[in-house]
Structure formats: structure tokens, C-alpha cells
């Protein structure tokens, strides 16, 4: 019988005697909120738990949450947990185990519980999950709850049911693969068996040529003079494998030169008609694949073997790069429709934080929690912009950057509190690159990390960048990129290295070597830079590190300042509407346009818009600036209450406001009579900047 681990001692709550004992938790404690539900020996009473507030609050999550005692027996189900199949009354008292069909997975949930109630720290992992005759796969976190002196565990579990019905679909794909290269390879079957029957004619045409010496050598020059022109290798053995003729092209897929070949033993376990794949050396000097086949052949009127080398690296690469393309086209219908959806959420709590700073004290403690808020809403937004991207839904927001310090960022954030370090070298006079920082940021720091799991024991990252002219001068490693500029990046580490096998799926999506992952990283990684219009390249052997290098188009222009984003908003004054579908939206639009000194009214559709544009004009204090939503469900959106702005009053400023940065109007808005466009989620810092540019007033900064 398991024990009840729901007592522990005491929490070191003195910081430096944790740190000494290497006892650092993620305990959740929230005892001073529940005063009321304390017994004289400290414990919590789970009596009326459901209407505490932190009952309610668990209670109002949209996923299932759970809380579970010492004795791995369920005290606490939200509504929400009914998705699971059964009323939240059934699931209390029931042992957690219950929740899981397969035994090994009950199992394996047991000892996470008892791992979170030793360690105190976050557990995440999947299963399936059953209640009755409904099923789903989930995601459950794991997190240690303090209540009191009574230990307790929160169990939030995630719906993951369609991400494994789409993995199901790509395995689905791969097999529909499999049996398309055996079709392949059974037309390829049919196509040798013709070139049997002329090697059996060439030969026959040898055996009476042989009568005669002259006839002999006047056909072997015959055949010299074709198979040395020959881009395909081409090896004649005896029957015990020793080479007899070779031609450059196979010396050169072999390494070596025809002369130290002729005579050598060439070990190959491939019977006649049979086809297989060898690894060989290019013309260029890099690494390849080729197929070789084997026939039965005369050579001097004796029996041998013809070999031929086909070098088919091209062919495999366009291979996987049509297979990695097609999982990555699933993953953007995916991120597409997340990144919108989330744009606007962000947008009101994006406006709200700027509103809060502006009427906070900037020396209190509230508004550098505010900027640190700010500065987390803005990395979300930054994160849906490269989802957007990822996902074709936007073009990249270019711009020339100078590396060294992105690189320095990544490095620092990637390896903070490891026990791995990095160097960093950069070569003269280094080309900025012409980039979008931020996604190109997260890929470095996507490598890094990959860099740092790869050296569990310690270790350097190099990391080093140079200048790159491609087309100046040969090199081996040019063959795929176009002519021109580019900054090549190179991230090397000294771990265990990838296998050979691995070496060439290790970008595909889904694919990866890690318990824990995702195999969405480097995927994601190989989609952004292929927008920049570059490449990404990996060099590795097992036990002997990896090396990654990234190839960045260089920019003719300087790279431009950063920007301080802590300034106050520019003030200005004037009468501004703002039509949007989202009320929340208009409320803290409105909200900081006032702050800012504007005479603000807003609508909630195209429709409504233009009605109060056209009262306003009525009235004699017409509206100075329009900011409109780009889509409104159900109603006029901003493409169309702008053409009939403009129809009414061919002077109207209209600035068009969008999380929908791919969209036409957003892209060339000049040409559709707009002044102007700002991308949600947006700020008091952006608001204020559009309406001083669009305006043409000498704005203040807000104080």
C-alpha cells in the first residue's frame, strides 16, 4: 500500500538555508488567503473547499483541474472535469488511478504523484484518459499545493485528442510515402531489366570481337572513350571482387585515383540485378549518396561484374525537402488560426497596461510592475507575429540588424544558470543582416539550447560569425545558396553528436530524440530562415559534437538604433473615432486617447461609424482621425466603411487598424486613401506615434 505523503515538514522558508540544502521547491502556498479554513494543528479543511475562493477560481477553468490528497484519492473536480466523461460528484474520493484504461499508464501517473510529493516540483506527461466509454489524450501538470501543513496536489489537464489525431494523419502520410517509393522502385526494376539485355548484347559483341586482338583493342578503346565521359561511375570486378577497370568518375566517388584502385579487393554484398545505396565523396568534395547496380558482364573473355555508380544526392534532397514541406504546411494551417485569434485577446490587455503606467507614479513600485507586464504582452505579440509568419499569414517586418548583440542575448538567456559556457567570435567589420530580430533571435536561441541538452555534463558553445561572398571564389559549401552577401553563423558544441540516421530528419516536424520534446523547434527553426532567404545546414558525427551554420542575406543599409520604448506617449488634441467589433477594444482605446488629450467617440461597426462621421460633419466639429477595424463579423468592416468615408468626405484620415498585417490594404494602404496603419495588439507608445505622424501636430511627450 502506498504511503500518504500529504504531511511534510515544515517549508524552509529562510532562502539561504534552502540554497545549502539543495532543497529549492515550486511549491504552491497560499495559506494566509484561508485563515477561516485552518484546524488547530495547521492542516486545511477540505470542508466547503468548492466555495472558497480559491474553489471558485479552480472551478471557473475551462480545462479539467483536479486536486488530489496524500492517499492519490481525487478531493476536488471542476465543472470542467465532466469533459471527462462523468459529474464532478462521481470523481471525488476516487482513487486517481482510476482515471487511466492501461494499467502501465495508472502506474506511471502513481509514481508521478509521488515524485511531485517528494520533490515539489512541476511534473508534465500524457496519457489516456478514460471515464466510462469517453476517451481523450491529455496533457497533465502536475503541481505541488500547500494548504496549511496539509500537502496536496493540482492536476490541470490539457486536451490534446486532435494534436494525436494529427500525428496519426502524418504517419497516415508516411505510409502512403512507403508505398509510392515502392512503386518507384518496382518501375526502376522494370527499367533494369532493359539494361540487362544490353549488357548481354555488349557482351556478346565483345566475346567475337575477342577473336582477335586488334578487334579486342580496337573495342576497348571504343568503350574507354564513352565510360570515361561518363558522369556515372563505372567498375569492372572479377568474380573475387578485385577491380579490374575503373573509371574517374567512380575513383572519384570512391575517394582515390583509377590507378590505385586497378587491383584492389572492392567488398560489396550485392548480387547480380540487385540495386543499393553507398555513401561517396562528390566532384565538389562534400559527402553523397549514390546508387550502385550490379550486372554479370566479359571482360577479356572472361566471366566479371559491371558496376555502376549513379550519384543520387540531389534527387534525395529534393525527396525530403518535398516530405518536410508537407508537414510543415500541416503545422501552419495550425499556427495560422492560433496567432489571429490571439492578436485580439492581446490587444485590450496590451492597451490597458499602457494606460495603467500613464496614470501610475513612474518612480512607484507599481509601474515598473506594469512595465514588466508590458514587456511580457509585447513578447506575446511578438510570438503571434512569428506564428503569423511561420504560418504564411504575414510577411516578414524586415529590418538591417547587427548580430553581435542578438547572439549575445540568445547565448546569455539559453545557458543562464547551466553549467555550460560559450564564446562568442565575430569577424571584422561585420555586414548587418537584413532580418526580422525577433524571430531570428528565437532561432539562435532554439540552437543554443539544442546545444546546451546536447552537453549534459558541461561544456562550450563556440559560437562564431563572419562576412560571406558567395560567387567570389569557389568553395565547396556554396553550392545552394544564390550569388551575393550573406552573414554565415556558426554554432558548434562538443556533445555526443547525431547518428547518421537521425542526421537527415532531424528538421522535420515532430521529429525528435528527446523524451520531453516537441520536434517542432528546429522544424520551426529551417521555416524561418528559409522566409529570410537563407539557409540552415548541420554538420555532426557521433561522439564528435554538431555544428549548425545559418546563412542570413547581408543588408546594404545601416542598421538602424534602438528604439526606447520606455518613453512616455506623445500628447496631441482633436476629435478621433474609432470603430471596432471588440468592445474591450474600444474601452481602452478610448480610455488612452482621452489620457493622451483627444476628444474621443467610438463604434462598433462600419455602419455606425459613418453615421456619427456624418453627424459630426453636420455639426460643424468634424472628426480629425478614424481609427477602423480591418474585420468585423457580422457587419461593416473597415475595407468597406473606408471606400464610403471617402466617398463622403475625400479628405478623411483613416488609419486602418489589424492583427491581419498579409492583408492587401494593410500592405500598400496608400493606394486605398488610408493615411496609415497600426498592427494590434498595439500601445499608447504606437497610438500616440500615428496619430503625431498622421496629424502633422507638434505632439508633447506625456509626463
Not at 505523503?5 to 539543495?22: D, H, R, V, Y
Not at 506511471?108 to 517528494?118: H, S, W
Not at 494523419?169 to 533494369?192: G, N, P
Not at 579486342?216 to 577497370?245: M, W
Request: charged residues 25%; glycine residues 8%; neutral net charge.
Amino acid at each position: 500500500m502506498t504511503k500518504d505523503k500529504s504531511q511534510f515538514p515544515e517549508e524552509i522558508s529562510n532562502s539561504t538555508n534552502a540554497a545549502q540544502l539543495g532543497l529549492l521547491t515550486e511549491t504552491i502556498e497560499i495559506n494566509g488567503q484561508f485563515p477561516n479554513q485552518l484546524t488547530e494543528s495547521g492542516s486545511f479543511d477540505l470542508t466547503g473547499f468548492r466555495l472558497t475562493s480559491l474553489g471558485k477560481l479552480l472551478s471557473a477553468l475551462p480545462m479539467p483541474a483536479l486536486v488530489v490528497d496524500g492517499s492519490f484519492s481525487i478531493v476536488f473536480a471542476n465543472e470542467s472535469s465532466e469533459k471527462l466523461g462523468d459529474t464532478t460528484t462521481k470523481l471525488v474520493s476516487a482513487p486517481f488511478s482510476s482515471l487511466f484504461p492501461r494499467s502501465r499508464d495508472a502506474a506511471a501517473f502513481q509514481g508521478i504523484l509521488e515524485k511531485v510529493f517528494t520533490i515539489r516540483k512541476l511534473q508534465v506527461s500524457e496519457g489516456l484518459v478514460e471515464i466510462g466509454t469517453n476517451r481523450m489524450w491529455g496533457r497533465l501538470n502536475f503541481r505541488s499545493l500547500r494548504l496549511g501543513k496539509t500537502r496536496l496536489i493540482l492536476v490541470l489537464i490539457e486536451d490534446l485528442t486532435l494534436e494525436k489525431k494529427q500525428v496519426l494523419l502524418i504517419e497516415t502520410s508516411k505510409e502512403i510515402m512507403r508505398q509510392a517509393k515502392e512503386k518507384y522502385e518496382r518501375q526502376f526494376h522494370e527499367q533494369t531489366a532493359e539494361l540487362k539485355l544490353t549488357n548481354e548484347r555488349l557482351r556478346q559483341e565483345i566475346e567475337e570481337r575477342s577473336k582477335t586482338q586488334s578487334a579486342l583493342e580496337k573495342s576497348r578503346d571504343s568503350f574507354n572513350s564513352i565510360v570515361e565521359r561518363s558522369s556515372d561511375g563505372i567498375a569492372i570486378l572479377d568474380c573475387e571482387g578485385t577491380i579490374l577497370y575503373v573509371n574517374r568518375a567512380a575513383a572519384l566517388f570512391l575517394g582515390k585515383t583509377p590507378e590505385s584502385l586497378r587491383g584492389e579487393r572492392l567488398a560489396i554484398a550485392l548480387g547480380p540485378g540487385q540495386i543499393a545505396e553507398t555513401s561517396i565523396v562528390r566532384p565538389n568534395g562534400q559527402p553523397g549518396t549514390a546508387e550502385i547496380q550490379l550486372s554479370r558482364t566479359q571482360w577479356d573473355g572472361k566471366p566479371s561484374f559491371l558496376i555502376v555508380f549513379r550519384d543520387i544526392t540531389d534527387r534525395k534532397r529534393t525527396e525530403q525537402e518535398l516530405q518536410r514541406s508537407q508537414k510543415l504546411e500541416t503545422l501552419e494551417l495550425i499556427a495560422g488560426g492560433l496567432a489571429h485569434d490571439f492578436n485580439n485577446l492581446l490587444t485590450a490587455n496590451i492597451a490597458n497596461i499602457s494606460l495603467a503606467k500613464i496614470r501610475s507614479n513612474r518612480e512607484s513600485p507599481v509601474y515598473d510592475a506594469l512595465t514588466r507586464a508590458e514587456r511580457a504582452s509585447t513578447k506575446a505579440r511578438e510570438l503571434t507575429r512569428q506564428l503569423l509568419t511561420f504560418a504564411k499569414g504575414r510577411p516578414l517586418i524586415k529590418k538591417p540588424t547587427l548580430l553581435t548583440p542578438l547572439l549575445q542575448e540568445a547565448a546569455v538567456l539559453a545557458l543562464s544558470g547551466s553549467n555550460v559556457k560559450f564564446r562568442l567570435r565575430v569577424g571584422e567589420n561585420l555586414w548587418p543582416a537584413e532580418i526580422e530580430p525577433y524571430q531570428i533571435g528565437t532561432v539562435f536561441q532554439n540552437l543554443i539550447i539544442n546545444a546546451k541538452q546536447a552537453m549534459p555534463e558541461g561544456g562550450l558553445v563556440l559560437i562564431k560569425a563572419e562576412n560571406l561572398v558567395v560567387g567570389a571564389e569557389p568553395r565547396p559549401d556554396e553550392s545552394q545558396s544564390p550569388r551575393g552577401r550573406y552573414v554565415r553563423i556558426m554554432i558548434k558544441d562538443t556533445g555526443s553528436g547525431i547518428s547518421e540516421q537521425n542526421l537527415a530528419k532531424i528538421f522535420d516536424p515532430y521529429f525528435t530524440t528527446k523524451a520531453a520534446g516537441s520536434g517542432l523547434g528546429l522544424a520551426t527553426s529551417y521555416a524561418v530562415v528559409k522566409k529570410h532567404g537563407g539557409r540552415i545546414e548541420v554538420e555532426s558525427r557521433e561522439g564528435s559534437g554538431t555544428s549548425f551554420f545559418i546563412y542570413l542575406p547581408a543588408s546594404d543599409r545601416s542598421a538602424e538604433p534602438v528604439e526606447n520604448s520606455d518613453r512616455a506617449p506623445y500628447r496631441g488634441s482633436g476629435n478621433i473615432l474609432i470603430m471596432d467589433d471588440e468592445e474591450d477594444i474600444r474601452d481602452a482605446a478610448k480610455d488612452l486617447l482621452s489620457i493622451l488629450g483627444y476628444t474621443v467617440e467610438t463604434a462598433e461597426n462600419g455602419t455606425r461609424a459613418i453615421a456619427k462621421y456624418q453627424k459630426a460633419m453636420r455639426s460643424g466639429d468634424p472628426f480629425d482621425v478614424v481609427i477602423m477595424d480591418l474585420t468585423v463579423p457580422g457587419g461593416m468592416g473597415g475595407r468597406e466603411a473606408t471606400r464610403r468615408l471617402l466617398e463622403i468626405d475625400q479628405n478623411a484620415k483613416i488609419i486602418l487598424s489589424s492583427g491581419h498585417l498579409d492583408e492587401p490594404i494593410m500592405i500598400d494602404f496608400q493606394h486605398y486613401g488610408l493615411v496609415g496603419v497600426i498592427a494590434k495588439p498595439y500601445n499608447a507608445l504606437e497610438l500616440g506615434d500615428i496619430l503625431r505622424k498622421v496629424t502633422g501636430s507638434k505632439a508633447s511627450s506625456q509626463d
